[in-house]
Structures are given as C-alpha cells and as structure tokens.
C-alpha cells in the first residue's frame, strides 16, 4: 500500500478516541443502520474481553482533515455503537449520583469519561462539544445524548434516531457493576480491550485506493459510501441545495445501492463510466469519475444517469429479473442469452448492453444481445481470448452507440472492431474439435452448451430438464480400458464423451447397452453417437469433430 501516507496501525478504542482529536462522519455518509443482531453480537464481544483482555474490532479509514481532526471513512457504524455503551455506563453513574451514592466520588468520575470519550461540555448550555460527530440525518439526536445521557423523547422520529435511540436502551438496560468503581472498571476494561487497525489517508482518492485494496482482500468496505460523499459534496458546493432537494437524492442514492448491492456496485459504476467515455481499470475510476462530475451541474447529471441505468444493470446481472416483466414484451427474447452470461460469468457484455438499452429499439436490442451472446461463446468459453482485448473493443463500440453513431445492431455486427474479435469458423472448429471442461465441476454449463446444440439440431432442449451421461464412464472397468488403453483418463472431459439424457441410469454399462438407451432417448447427439459401432479414441474424435460442426453452425453470425 504504498500510496498511504500512514502505516496501519493498532489502537483501542481508549487511543483513538480519548486523545484529543475530533472524529467527522462525513454529512452524507449513510445512516446509522445496526439493529439488534449487531448490538446483541457486540455485546458477546465485550464480554469475551472479561476472558481474553482484546478483542479485535476490525479496520478504520480515516481521511485526515487536519492535525487533530478526521473524517470516518469506514468504520462509524462501531464507533457510534461504541460510544453509545459508554455513554449508557455513563448514564449508570449518573442515577447513582441521582441516588446521592458517593456522589462526590461519582460526579468526578462521570467528568472524566465525559471528557475523554464524550467531550468537553459548554459552560453554559452545558450541551456537548462531540469528539465523534455524525452526519446530517444523526447528529442532533446524537449529540442530545451525549449532553443528557437521555435518548430524545420526539414525536416523528426517523428510523435512524430510533435505532440509535434504541441502542442506548439496550445497552442501558445491561449490568455493568454495582457501584461506581465497577462501572468505571467495565469502561476503562472495554475502552483498553477493543482493538481497532487505523488507517489514516490524505486524500479521498487515496481512500478509494484502500477500499479498493481491502475489497479485493475480502475486507468489505464501502465503496458507495466514499463516492456518494464525494458527489453530494460537490452537488452542495454552492449552499444552493434544499434539505427537501438533499432528501430527495439521499433517497434516490440509496434505491441505487439497494438495487444493485453493495459488492456489484463498484462494477457497476465502471461499465456505466465505460460507455460514455474512454476505458479505464478499477484503479482509475474514482480519479476519473472525478473528472466528470467535478460541477455542481454536471455531478446532478451524472447521479440521474446512476439513477436511469442502475436498474438496466441490476437486471442485465439477473435474467430473472422481475424488472423485465414490466418492460415490452420484445424483451423477453433476451432471457437465454442473459442466462448465458450469468452462467460462464461474462460481463464484458454489459458496457455495451447498458448503452444500447436506451437508444436500441426493443427488437435491436434482442438482435445485439443474440449477437454479443454469440460472440462470447465463441471468444470467451471456447477460444479462451484476452478478456482484455474484448474490453477494450466493446469500450470503442458502447461509445459509439452512446453517441448515436451505431443506432442498430446491424451496425455493431459490421464493424471492424466487432469482426477482428470474432474467431473464425475455422478458429472455433480447431478449438472446439478437442475442448475439454471438468465435468464435476462445470456439468451445468455443458449441459447449457449441449442443449444449444440439441435445438439447433431440431431438438428443442431446456438444459436444466436434463442430466450428463458419460459415454465412457468416469471411473471405467471391464472392456474400456480395452478401447481406451492408458489414456482413458485424459477423454472424459471431452466434450465428445458427454451427451444428453432425460435421466441418467446406465452408470457403467458397456456400450452396447447405452446404445441401446441412446436410441430411444430422441436426443439427436445421443443417436449420433450409438452410430459407431464401438466407442474408442477414433470415433470419439470423429464424433467430437461432427459436433464441433455442429457447434459452428449454432453459434454463427450471419454476414451472408
């Protein structure tokens, strides 16, 4: 991580808050969101650390605003939580000072913990300067806490306060001690034993460099977070922005993320980034999303275009999809070649797909996705091409529909970009004739491909009312191992060993019995097969170079 600025380092929660520096959950940031699982988890945490002394409470991005002022880019959601069961301690001292028990001793330990974890209090209003400030939908509830140790009592409150107002509860409503001292030993015991690791970053693009890093580690961090903040910002530049008009965006920013959660979201801003403008990696898009929203004027547009495509993506990612179910009927005819990408995981596809969806008529659109579907068997499952390559040539023709240049899928199919991607007949012939793909592994997926084959053939197959019946088994006795010699071990992936059955319930016959099978199973593939007299390496080949013709014809791009 060469890019911070700051090593990572290991803190509790006593050293991060109780210091002298001031934390800011950007106005933005999303809500405070944990419910009783998380408070209910916490709470066994806490415990655990009367046995263990530490317990490990995970990372902390911080932006350093100045030197003893930080933003919280991930990590509030604990924080608050925490703070909250100091403060429901607190409050515990407080009704024994409320009782006159030790109330000197009492007062001056609350006047501690005030100023170390709370903050320090105005002498005159006697409210609370916070160390940890929340975002515009939280803080004032927040802060009423902090000043009364009492959740406010309001008609109407949102469901955010009424979560944290809950948590208070909760909290408050657990046994930290019996007298004051106890209490302070439950704090001080907590404080010192939650471990947190901090980073602290300069800037925002280097925070989208660590969630990215961290994400990619399997550290979720939340990425939607980081850039709502940083186009909310922009859009409020001015101080012309309404809470009415902000309450609006905040509610249409959060359908987005619902809509797509939170791990394809980053993938999501790519390709909608990636048919407007020149391709980048993941690495460059925050910086380059920067670049495009960077007015007020420009960053309303681009949160309306998140809004227009988020749910094309969500469903391009989901055949099933009952989004397609209100759009024109036409539509439904891009379902297969949808469950075709979903299935070998190809997404490539979708910058395209997303730039046409608005501009292609219902009919086009299906004809390019029949088009791309095609393409991908070809490049991406069979001939095995750089993904990279791919990328970039869909990059060149999603802008070219996005700018009305390409306004029908003919136009696509008849570009050179779209014809130096697509393997030859040939190309594809070579690479289909000796394919191999685990059948253990991937049966669903040759089941797909086979199934293809079967109702170009005339044989109307759905793959998933199937089964895989192995020509030669996989695990062969007897008169195999006589056909097949030594290298009965490198055929049964072949996609020339594997056929079609409704039900699969030959097992290990001999061939002669599954022929007989095949015959009557009406699956042309089958049938092909129980033509051979035998089944060794030289039929199988002729047979695989049969359906690798197949394979060609069914996968075809017609420029005739």
């Not at 509790?12 to 969101?33: C, H, S």
């Not at 898009?285 to 749910?311: C, D, G, M, W």
Request: proline residues 3%; glycine residues 4%.
């Amino acid at each position: 991580m060469a890019f911070m600025l700051m090593e990572p380092t290991n803190q509790t929660f006593q050293e991060l808050i109780g210091n002298g520096v001031k934390y800011q959950v950007p106005r933005f940031q999303r809500d405070y969101a944990w419910d009783r699982e998380q408070w209910e988890d916490l709470w066994s945490d806490i415990e655990t650390i009367n046995e263990e002394q530490y317990h490990y409470m995970g990372y902390i991005v911080l932006q350093r605003k100045s030197q003893h002022d930080f933003e919280v880019i991930d990590g509030q959601q604990r924080l608050i939580t925490l703070s909250l069961v100091i403060l429901a301690a607190m409050k515990k001292i407080q009704l024994l000072i409320n009782k006159a028990e030790e109330p000197d001793e009492n007062k001056e330990r609350l006047r501690v913990f005030i100023e170390r974890y709370i903050g320090s209090k105005n002498p005159i209003s006697l409210k609370v300067d916070s160390k940890l400030s929340l975002n515009r939908n939280n803080s004032s509830n927040f802060k009423t806490i902090c000043s009364t140790l009492e959740p406010p009592n309001k008609r109407g409150q949102t469901k955010t306060n009424k979560q944290i107002n809950d948590c208070f509860k909760f909290f408050a409503a657990k046994q930290f001690g019996n007298n004051g001292e106890e209490i302070a030993e439950f704090i001080e015991r907590v404080s010192s034993g939650m471990i947190f690791t901090k980073i602290v970053v300069q800037d925002d693009l280097n925070a989208y460099k660590v969630f990215e890093t961290l994400n990619a580690r399997g550290v979720q961090l939340s990425t939607p977070d980081l850039l709502k903040n940083y186009i909310f910002s922009v859009v409020t530049k001015n101080n012309d922005v309404s809470e009415d008009q902000l309450n609006e965006l905040d509610e249409s920013w959060s359908e987005i993320v619902s809509q797509l959660g939170e791990s394809n979201f980053t993938d999501f801003i790519r390709y909608h980034h990636n048919f407007q403008t020149t391709l980048v990696t993941k690495k460059e898009l925050f910086s380059s999303v920067r670049k495009i929203a960077n007015t007020p004027e420009k960053a309303y547009q681009y949160l309306h275009s998140l809004s227009r495509y988020a749910p094309v993506y969500a469903s391009l990612l989901n055949p099933q999809d009952e989004w397609w179910g209100h759009q024109d009927v036409v539509y439904r005819g891009v379902k297969k070649y949808l469950e075709g990408f979903e299935l070998f995981n190809i997404k490539q596809p979708f910058t395209i797909l997303m730039a046409a969806f608005y501009q292609f008529s219902p009919e086009e659109f299906v004809t390019l996705c029949r088009y791309i579907y095609i393409l991908a068997i070809r490049y991406n499952v069979i001939c095995h091409e750089s993904p990279n390559e791919q990328e970039s040539a869909y990059n060149q023709l999603a802008i070219k529909i996005h700018n009305q240049e390409f306004k029908r899928a003919s136009h696509i199919k008849n570009s050179e970009v779209f014809k130096k991607l697509y393997p030859s007949d040939e190309s594809f012939f070579n690479a289909f004739e000796f394919h191999k793909m685990p059948s253990r592994r991937s049966a669903k997926k040759i089941r797909f491909l086979l199934a293809e084959i079967e109702t170009y053939l005339g044989h109307n197959t759905d793959a998933n009312k199937t089964t895989l019946e192995h020509v030669c088994p996989y695990n062969p006795e007897g008169d195999w191992d006589s056909y097949f010699g030594a290298g009965v071990n490198d055929i049964q992936d072949r996609l020339g060993n594997v056929v079609l059955l409704e039900k699969d319930e030959l097992s290990r016959a001999n061939f002669e019995d599954k022929k007989i099978a095949y015959l009557a199973a009406h699956y042309p593939l089958a049938q092909k097969v129980a033509s051979y007299d035998e089944w060794n390496l030289r039929n199988l080949n002729d047979y695989q170079a049969w359906l690798s013709q197949q394979a060609v014809e069914t996968w075809k791009v017609s420029y005739s």
